[in-house]
């Protein structure tokens, strides 16, 4: 079936930090790859996507490329800023048009 | 431009009661999901529909029922609460299509005591 694997948070940085979060899937087809983030008590977002392979989403600073080769989908961003604290979830959609999500990783950004 | 929109977003239950989740989207999605969040496990499948009249479950199904009258609502049933349920629970709409965004509710935090 469809997985997604993603970094194990807590992760804690400091303002201006360079941000990583991996994500790597398993999929049969070729599924659509997305990041979603979730602010303090509110529901998921749309951070970014990608619908096939070498495509780079990106959005808010953040980016993402589609690997096939690797089946990745790391999500990144040069300088972060307290206000990207939360919740940031990667997940695929394959042909039977499901998500499936990885487990989530907190972000903290100090001031 | 309201979306999604779940109700209640908080609300407590004793051990064996009932309850319905609301779901209802205005952007006239065929496809409507629920999932429960828990810490560590992401979001998981519950039910989900490909259009009104049409349901399915999904990965954690057991002790939800789901129906899809009309295209705008999703409601989900918990039959007889038990403390595993105790989540928050989100909603979801999308169109059918690979790349299609989907759109989430505000969550239904549910403690079942």
């Known amino acids: 079936g469809n997985s997604v694997t993603q970094m194990e948070g807590p992760v804690t940085l400091s303002e201006e930090a360079f941000l990583t979060i991996n994500c790597t899937y398993t999929?049969?087809?070729?599924?659509?790859l997305f990041w979603y983030v979730q602010y303090p008590g509110e529901g998921l977002q749309l951070l970014l996507k990608a619908t096939k392979a070498d495509d780079k989403g990106s959005n808010k600073g953040f980016e993402a490329t589609y690997r096939k080769e690797t089946t990745s989908f790391h999500l990144e961003k040069g300088s972060v800023q307290v206000s990207d604290s939360a919740v940031y979830f990667c997940?695929?959609?394959?042909?039977?048009?499901?998500?499936?999500f990885g487990a989530g990783t907190t972000v903290t950004v100090r001031a | 431009n309201a979306g999604v929109t779940q109700t209640p977003k908080f609300q407590v239950l004793k051990t064996g009661q009932s309850m319905t989740l609301q779901c209802a989207q205005d952007m006239n999605h065929e496809y409507m999901s629920w999932y429960r969040q828990d810490p560590g496990m992401g979001l998981r499948l519950i039910h989900y529909?490909?259009?009104?009249?049409?349901?399915d479950q999904g990965e954690v199904p057991n002790g939800y029922n789901v129906s899809r009258s009309t295209t705008e609502d999703f409601p989900l049933r918990l039959l007889s609460a038990a403390p595993s349920q105790t989540s928050v629970y989100f909603c979801a709409s999308n169109r059918q299509g690979g790349n299609t965004e989907a759109f989430f509710g505000q969550g239904t935090r549910l403690t079942v005591v």
């Open positions: 997940a695929l959609l394959a042909n039977d048009y499901k998500l499936s």
């Open positions: 529909s490909v259009g009104a009249g049409i349901t």
């Open positions: 999929a049969t087809g070729y599924p659509s």
